[in-house]
């Protein structure tokens, strides 16, 4: 697969000195966008990543170049036209790339509310740290060090982390803590080009500022300089002895060092326990922006708008040609009226000011809040820039639990114990092939023995981290298929492998609709006292406690539901998913035969 890439590179680099040299690349500066948006999506290796973006430079540098052998696309306002491979340097490449940003963080900022849950509850170290990383971020980023100093060795912590009951930062607030998330985000974001550092660091950067920031502003904010040190103390004592100072002031001395002995151990442990609870909180961070970076910051796929811009409102026209099941559609914004997603839609216009009607509502398109509609099992986002405006469908409340769900049935089967985890082995040796060619040994079964000694809960936290590092992998390769079954063949484990690519692909293809609902898989909604709900064979017991939700059956201790849990019996699994109140379930039942 690499000898492929490195292929594809060399023709890119062709191409782009064909650019530079100002002769027409073979396929003209169409077939250059497609070569380049096909190595963007590919997960290149570092060598080759490193070389790509020296060469994607110098083609940016043309950007300001005309391109006399481009035609000029004329906009046909009284109907709609397909533009299927815009020009970096048209208006509506650079209107679909702001766009496609605008999702991207609409979505982060939907996914970080969802999070919180997770960051706001006990002592809220994650977001006492976050709070403490940005304050020194700002300030080191004011320093002539900063751009320079990869390795932070220059770094002073001058922010201690604040206190749990810090009046000034009111991190009980969910909107406060949920802004200083996305706050953390976009700093992230944007920190491997401020530093100039390739992209794939910054995780590594940020773990080495979150290391400083917690041994550091952990002793700013518990040395304090209150009380006298124990060496200042033991050299006053040795003075009390050489000068011959009575019984009692030397015994007050030793009590005073015993004293600030005592409170300096007591400290120490403090100190250590919360480090250990701010490292845990770090690496809790970390994961969370390695989900939402976009590769190669983090695993994240930035949302891809079509290469299309649908010119024009005429009616006639858009009933036809708009293909009803797009989850997107972009459209330059001219007053009238379309038809998609079985639903009316009508562009009015006011001075500059511009509204969408949607089913006989009228709402304003802002360029600084997107308007999200709730649409059935969807929102209806409209992201507006300009004189374009961008209509999507994104899933929510009970389609989300849908998603869930699905993601919940694939986990069923990874936490499966037979065979030695046979399934989780698999999804281990899958993940590990799309990178490369892997070593079957590595995971034989008696490489399972740490999944049998897991508890439940972080055994499923594994396989759900493993999973969603695969579909990153998997939406960055078209055989997956095939390499799954070539690891099934590898391991002796065939039928699972068939399995696996059946669920996977039920998985990945999973697009919630109005008929997605979860009355047509099971669920219940949270009320003051306890409630239970059976699934297969089994009853299980809800109960509700501030926040949290327990599940428990007879004679089996209790387990929390965050938003997907797996409760595994002898003839399959029962899968709950929570959003908000709402708890959805399904049971998954497994075939004897596998």
């Known amino acids: 697969m690499?000898?492929?890439?490195?292929?594809?590179?060399?023709?890119?680099?062709?191409?782009?000195?064909?650019?530079?040299?100002?002769?027409?690349?073979?396929?003209?500066?169409?077939?250059?966008?497609?070569?380049?948006?096909?190595?963007?999506?590919?997960?290149?290796?570092?060598?080759?990543?490193?070389?790509?973006?020296?060469?994607?430079?110098?083609?940016?540098?043309?950007?300001?170049?005309?391109?006399?052998?481009?035609?000029?696309?004329?906009?046909?306002?009284?109907?709609?036209?397909?533009?299927?491979?815009?020009?970096?340097?048209?208006?509506?490449?650079?209107?679909?790339?702001?766009?496609?940003?605008?999702?991207?963080?609409?979505?982060?900022a939907r996914e970080i509310t969802r999070q919180m849950r997770h960051f706001n509850i006990g002592k809220r170290e994650a977001l006492r740290l976050t709070y403490a990383v940005l304050q020194n971020l700002e300030s080191y980023a004011a320093t002539p060090y900063f751009k320079q100093d990869y390795n932070l060795s220059h770094l002073e912590i001058v922010h201690p982390i604040p206190a749990y009951s810090d009046p000034l930062v009111r991190l009980e607030d969910t909107e406060v803590g949920r802004n200083?998330?996305?706050?953390?985000?976009?700093?992230?974001?944007?920190?491997?080009?401020?530093?100039?550092?390739?992209?794939e660091e910054t995780l590594p950067y940020l773990r080495r500022f979150l290391r400083r920031v917690i041994d550091k502003g952990?002793?700013?904010?518990?040395?304090?300089?209150?009380?006298?040190?124990?060496?200042?103390?033991?050299?006053?004592?040795?003075?009390?002895?050489?000068?011959?100072?009575?019984?009692?002031?030397?015994?007050?001395?030793?009590?005073?060092?015993?004293?600030?002995?005592?409170?300096?151990?007591?400290?120490?442990?403090?100190m250590e326990q919360d480090r250990q609870a701010f490292s845990a909180a770090a690496e809790k961070l970390l994961e969370l922006l390695q989900k939402l970076l976009p590769y190669p910051k983090g695993e994240a796929q930035p949302p891809t708008l079509p290469a299309q811009i649908w010119l024009g409102l005429d009616p006639k026209l858009s009933l036809q040609q708009i293909p009803n099941d797009l989850p997107g559609l972009t459209l330059r914004l001219v007053p009238g009226s379309f038809k998609a997603w079985d639903a009316e839609f009508t562009v009015t216009q006011t001075g500059g000011e511009f509204s969408l009607v949607v089913n006989g509502s009228e709402y304003p398109l802002s360029e600084v809040e997107p308007l999200a509609v709730p649409w059935g099992s969807f929102e209806l986002w409209a992201i507006r820039r300009g004189q374009y405006a961008h209509l999507?469908?994104?899933?929510?409340?009970?389609?989300?639990?849908?998603?869930?769900?699905?993601?919940?049935?694939?986990?069923?089967?990874?936490?499966?114990?037979?065979?030695?985890?046979?399934?989780?082995?698999?999804?281990?040796?899958?993940?590990?092939?799309?990178?490369?060619?892997?070593?079957?040994?590595?995971?034989?079964?008696?490489?399972?023995?740490?999944?049998q000694e897991a508890s439940p809960e972080a055994l499923q936290d594994f396989a759900r981290k493993g999973l969603e590092v695969v579909r990153s992998r998997m939406e960055r390769s078209s055989d997956w298929p095939a390499l799954m079954r070539e690891v099934g063949l590898g391991l002796a484990l065939e039928k699972e492998a068939e399995r696996m690519v059946q669920e996977l692909t039920s998985w990945l293809s999973q697009r919630p609709n109005n008929q997605t609902q979860t009355h047509s898989l099971g669920s219940t909604t949270l009320g003051d006292g306890p409630s239970s709900l059976k699934v297969g064979s089994l009853v299980l017991s809800l109960r509700q406690e501030g926040e949290a939700v327990y599940v428990s059956a007879p004679g089996v201790m209790a387990r929390r539901l965050s938003d997907l849990l797996v409760w595994h019996l002898p003839e399959g699994s029962a899968v709950l998913a929570r959003e908000g109140p709402c708890i959805a379930h399904t049971f998954v039942a497994f075939d004897s035969h596998v």
Do not use: C
Not at 82 to 101: I, K
Not at 188 to 197: C, G, K, N, P, Y
Not at 403 to 427: C, N, Q, T
């Open 2 to 108: 690499e000898a492929g890439l490195v292929e594809l590179l060399d023709l890119f680099e062709y191409k782009v000195a064909d650019l530079l040299e100002g002769r027409n690349p073979k396929g003209g500066r169409s077939s250059v966008v497609r070569l380049r948006q096909q190595l963007l999506q590919s997960n290149l290796p570092p060598t080759l990543a490193r070389r790509f973006r020296q060469i994607d430079a110098e083609y940016r540098s043309l950007r300001g170049q005309p391109e006399e052998h481009l035609p000029a696309i004329e906009a046909d306002l009284g109907g709609i036209v397909v533009e299927d491979e815009p020009s970096l340097d048209t208006p509506e490449r650079a209107v679909l790339e702001q766009l496609a940003e605008a999702v991207y963080w609409q979505r982060t």
């Open 180 to 199: 200083l998330i996305l706050e953390l985000v976009r700093e992230a974001h944007t920190l491997s080009e401020r530093l100039q550092l390739p992209s």
């Open 218 to 270: 952990l002793a700013l904010r518990y040395g304090g300089g209150k009380g006298i040190s124990q060496e200042v103390l033991r050299r006053s004592l040795e003075e009390a002895r050489r000068h011959n100072l009575t019984s009692t002031q030397i015994r007050q001395l030793e009590q005073r060092l015993r004293e600030q002995s005592l409170e300096d151990r007591r400290l120490a442990m403090v």
């Open 392 to 451: 999507r469908l994104e899933t929510r409340g009970e389609a989300l639990l849908s998603s869930l769900l699905a993601e919940g049935r694939v986990l069923a089967y990874l936490l499966r114990p037979d065979k030695a985890f046979a399934y989780l082995r698999l999804l281990r040796a899958f993940s590990a092939r799309l990178k490369g060619p892997i070593t079957y040994h590595d995971f034989t079964p008696d490489k399972a023995t740490r999944y």
